[in-house]
């Protein structure tokens, strides 16, 4: 009896082993760990008369500094909780996104400077000193504009230049700005990979509305707030995020404009501040009716003859509302604002499903493992 017993249980989990081998090779998963059909590895081009062409050693797409990688998946986009207004412009619809590398926190003002810094010397000739002022350089003078009767000259005189203020977040740069930051970031990395023999990356951009979103929720597919729902503030009563509490009390989650791009505590993903602090711009053109004019695969509604943007996350002089992962609006893509900054993203095109890495979280929480070993 013990012996049939035996035997049925090898049997079972033979045909079980054998039903997982089956699905990961129908899924594809098999060929692609451990090759398809060709000459053998390490074989390029033409061998004998046969074409024995496999992939190309060398290439590996590595984690961009003070990036995190966000895995493809699927969910519903729009607004967590009813609202009524919104539902007008933001209705809900299922939409997939591909995998992606996202910077776990808002460009810095300490960052940006190295940006403005290389204009100011190697593009002089070409743009001009004035265009590069004019245009790309951050207007500090938002701190006072963008509020009737606020003395803001502490803000405008040192928040973009002092030490003091070099990890938070740079405002006042408008989206064009933003734009040609990430094409000077991607300039400047893929001269070093060239010149070190290496292949160009596939470039900095800024996030879609979509991926925006869905980076923002974190894994947490119907969260209202990238940590969850449905309060703005933990057990204790501290705030998650640094935005305009209760009426008006600016200073009650502990900074009363912005804070550092890492203050605050990182969402599932390892991304800071996906909700106040500074609000972010997106590569997409504002329209009322979104939903019907992009594909629900990887959405991006790039138009160059809408001036307006969309921006997301709200920002430290924002109430809850704007905090939320579905709320949408816009600015003015040549509009500067002391309450709009911007992080970048770069495609991965390496798999079609990717776990989450990198970032200061996952530095952070590997530095805690190895923390013993440390003098």
């Known amino acids: 009896m013990m012996n049939y017993n035996s035997l049925t249980v090898n049997a ?4 079980m082993v054998a039903a997982v081998v089956l699905l990961m090779q129908g899924c594809g998963f098999l060929k692609s760990k451990f090759g398809g059909k060709g000459g053998k590895e390490g074989e390029v081009g033409v061998t004998n008369g046969e074409i024995t062409a496999t992939g190309r050693k060398g290439w590996k797409q590595p984690t961009p ?57 190697d593009s002089v000739s ?8 004019a245009k790309y350089y951050p207007d500090t003078t938002v701190w006072k504009n963008d509020f009737t009767y606020h003395n803001g000259d502490p803000m405008l005189e040192h928040y973009y230049g002092h030490p003091a203020f070099d990890t938070y977040p740079v405002v006042g740069v408008s989206w064009v700005a933003a734009k040609h930051f990430c094409k000077w970031r991607t300039n400047t990395l893929d001269d070093f990979r060239t010149k070190d023999g290496g292949y160009k990356s596939f470039g900095f951009r800024l996030p879609s509305e979509a991926e925006w979103e869905w980076a923002a929720r974190g894994g947490k597919s119907g969260a209202k707030y990238p940590w969850g729902n449905p309060y703005v503030a933990n057990g204790k009563g501290c705030y998650l995020a640094n935005f305009k509490p209760q009426r008006g009390n600016f200073d009650a989650d502990g900074y009363p404009y912005t804070a550092p791009a890492t203050a605050y505590s990182p969402n599932d993903y390892g991304l800071y501040n996906m909700a ?32 307006r943007k969309v921006v997301r996350g709200g920002s430290w002089k924002d109430i809850a509302y704007y905090l939320e992962t579905g709320t949408r609006y816009y600015e003015y893509e040549d509009q500067k604002r002391s309450y709009i900054g911007f992080r970048c993203v770069m495609d991965n095109l390496e798999g079609r499903t990717a ?12 530095s805690k493992k190895t923390s013993s070993k440390k003098v």
């Open 126 to 133: 070409t743009l001009g000193e004035e265009e590069i002022m």
């Open 355 to 366: 776990s989450a890495r990198g970032g200061r979280a996952s530095k952070a929480k590997s």
């Open 276 to 307: 106040g602090n500074v609000a972010e711009w997106c590569r997409d053109a504002y329209a009322d009716n979104t939903n019907a004019i992009v594909w629900d695969m990887n959405p991006d509604n790039q138009n160059a003859d809408e001036p």
């Open 12 to 15: 079972t989990r033979i045909v």
């Open 65 to 121: 500094f003070g990036m995190v990688l966000v895995p493809s998946g699927s969910f519903i986009m729009g607004q967590a909780d009813e609202d009524v207004a919104a539902t007008q412009i933001n209705m809900n619809r299922q939409v997939t996104i591909s995998s992606f590398y996202m910077d776990d926190a808002e460009i810095s003002n300490h960052e940006y400077r190295q940006y403005v810094n290389a204009l100011l010397a």
